[in-house]
Each structure stands twice: as C-alpha cells, then as structure tokens.
T-cell receptor, first 112, second 113 residues
C-alpha cells in the first residue's frame, strides 16, 4: 500500500540554527503534500503545503521543497525558536482518495 | 477560522462497551475523517465520508463503524470496545475542492480497561 518514510524521528538543534525534516513517499500519483505541527495536548495544525506542480514554497521561516522524480519532500525551518519545539508530520494525498497518509512524525527539540 | 470540535478530550470505557466518539465542524465541509494516533505509528485513517449518509473505509476500519446523519457531524462507533483500541482519536474535515487542507480537532484520548 501507500506509505511515507519520515526522518529523523527525533531532531535536536540549537536555537537559531536550521532544522530539516525529510520524507520519501511511494505513490507516484501523489499530488498534495502538507506538513503538520502538533503541540502537546492539541491536534495537528497545518503549517505549510505544496502541490505537485510546484518545486518549492516558502512562508517566512518555513519552506518546503518537493522532488517528484526522486519522490521526496522536505521541511526546512530557519532561525529556530523555542516555540518551534513540537512533533512534525509530513503527509501526502494519493491520486484517488481524499484521506491523507502520514509519516510517523519527528520530535523537534530546540535547545536554548 | 475553521473549528473542528470533538465532544470529549478524555474518555474511559470498559471492554465490550459500545463507544461513541462525536465530531462537529462549523465550516460546511463536505469531507470528514477519523484517524487514530499511536506512538511510533503516526496517524492512520479509519473511515472517511464525502457526504451525508456516505462512508468509505480507510486503512484500518476493522472494529469500527461510522455515522454521518448530518453534514456537520461525523460519529465514530466502537461496537464492542477492546483494549487494543486504546488510543488518541482525531477527527478532521475539509472542503470538496481538490487538495483542500484538512483541519483537525484536538483529539479524544480513549482508554479501554
């Protein structure tokens, strides 16, 4: 079935440094790739998404890059701050269905 | 702002009980989804619905059913709860236009004793 590999499972960076999380997916028909941030005790919140006709998208300190040939996409957070500490999930939507397939998550820790 | 509301944050039930988890969204979204979230496994899709009275199986539907009698409300039903259904349950919704983002509720942490 469809799946997505997300790495790393835990990432610790110094405040102010950059963080990069990578995902590789299996379904070549995938056309939508969102990233979610989940804080403790809350549901996942969409932080950025990208569609398959675009290679890169940026929103302030957050950017996502998509390589459709290699079937991978990455989340980049620059100038990290303590409030960036959370679990981040990548996901993709396949060609036919509306449900999302999620990665297993990355626990991002920002060290002061 | 989109609001997806799950009726209970925490729920404790016993093995064999029939359990209802309720979800309401206020954005007139056509699509609604139920996921479960377990440590190390991420989020997995249980069921989804494209419209009132319609339902589709997700990746892990066994042991669950759903009900969508009104557009704004999507219920997840555990017919006979078992301990392996102890989990965090998340509801989401989105509009019908292609690639609309899904918006999530804050989850129901369900414990089956």
């Amino acid at each position: 079935g469809e799946n997505v590999e997300q790495h790393p499972s835990t990432l610790s960076v110094q405040e102010g440094d950059s963080a990069v999380i990578k995902c590789t997916y299996s379904d070549s028909a995938s056309n939508y790739f969102p990233w979610y941030k989940q804080e403790l005790g809350k549901g996942p919140q969409l932080i950025i998404d990208i569609r398959s006709n675009v290679g890169e998208k940026k929103d302030q300190r957050i950017a996502v890059t998509l390589n459709k040939t290699a079937k991978h996409f990455s989340l980049h957070i620059t100038e990290t701050q303590p409030e960036d500490s959370a679990v981040y999930f990548c996901a993709f939507r396949g060609g036919g269905a509306d449900g999302l397939t999620f990665g297993k998550g990355t626990h991002l820790i920002i060290q002061p | 702002d989109v609001k997806v509301t799950q009726s209970s944050r925490y729920l404790v039930k016993r093995t064999g009980e029939k359990v209802f988890l309720e979800c309401v969204q206020d954005m007139d979204h056509e699509n609604m989804f139920w996921y479960r979230q377990d440590p190390g496994l991420g989020l997995r899709l249980i069921y989804f619905s494209y419209d009132v009275k319609m339902k589709e199986k997700g990746d892990i539907p066994e042991g669950y059913s759903v009900s969508r009698e009104k557009k704004e409300r999507f219920s997840l039903i555990l017919e006979s709860a078992s301990t392996n259904q102890t989990s965090m349950y998340l509801c989401a919704s989105n509009g019908q236009r292609s690639n609309q983002p899904q918006h999530f509720g804050d989850g129901t942490r369900l414990s089956i004793l």
